[in-house]
């Protein structure tokens, strides 16, 4: 074989795997949620026998969005359809304070739980909106669980920005607004901090300031999801 020969099937071949590799990050970067046996009897006995089959939806919508983009991470079109899919979605949940939902002031549920019990408040939707576009391969990078004032009532809010590039206008899913709208056109809305799977952001931010760890009921949310993986 010659020098170029050899020189051309080497950078075919280097091409070929990192083609591969990317085709398979991009598959591997969409975890559709899966229920176990253990987890669909636990809500059974909790919520009634009509709670798997709200989960069993929730999956099988995310499997359908998935389909769309062929197993691969989502197009900038197919990410905007999957915002104001997933927003309507999670939205059309009755909402219920915590107080009267779970008995206690502050109650951060996980979707396995606002959907088994057909309620959710400001975070439970953020929440959800959250697994459910990371399920689909969105990068956690460009999503921040985002707790605002909400001015038009003068309490504390929490939504989900998604943000197309890190200093982007992000935008914002809100169980309050039924258009996915742009945070520019939300002055209704005063950001206070933000965080994602890893990091913490200070309000107005570019830079991390901490990590999502250091929230306490952040930190209760991750530790029931792993006990409802395990049942």
């Not at 929730?58 to 197919?78: M, V």
């Not at 951060?108 to 439970?124: F, I, K, M, Q, R």
């Not at 607004?177 to 809305?189: G, Q």
Request: hydrophobic fraction near 40%; glycine fraction near 4%.
């Amino acid at each position: 074989m010659s020098r170029l020969n050899f020189q051309i099937d080497f950078r075919w071949t280097v091409l070929r795997v990192l083609l591969l590799t990317m085709f398979c990050s991009a598959v591997i970067a969409a975890e559709i949620v899966e229920f176990s046996p253990g987890l669909l009897r636990h809500i059974a006995a909790r919520w009634g026998s009509d709670a798997p089959e709200r989960l069993n939806d929730w999956r099988n919508e995310q499997r359908q969005h998935l389909a769309r983009q062929r197993g691969a991470l989502p197009s900038a079109a197919e990410t905007q359809r999957n915002l104001e899919d997933f927003n309507w979605y999670w939205n059309s949940i009755r909402y219920y304070a915590d107080a009267r939902h779970w008995g206690i002031a502050d109650y951060w549920a996980t979707p396995v739980e606002s959907l088994s019990s057909e309620g959710a408040d400001c975070e439970d939707y953020a929440i959800g909106k959250y697994y459910s576009l990371k399920a689909l391969g969105v990068p956690v990078q460009n999503l921040r669980i985002t707790y605002v004032r909400a001015l038009r009532w003068n309490e504390a809010h929490m939504v989900l920005a998604y943000y197309p590039t890190p200093d982007a206008d992000p935008y914002i899913l809100d169980n309050l607004n039924k258009s996915v709208e742009l945070a520019s056109d939300r002055p209704d809305l005063v950001p206070v901090y933000s965080f994602n799977d890893e990091d913490l952001w200070a309000a107005g931010g570019t830079a991390a300031t901490g990590k999502s760890s250091q929230i306490r009921l952040w930190r209760g949310l991750l530790d029931k999801m792993e006990k409802e993986r395990t049942m």
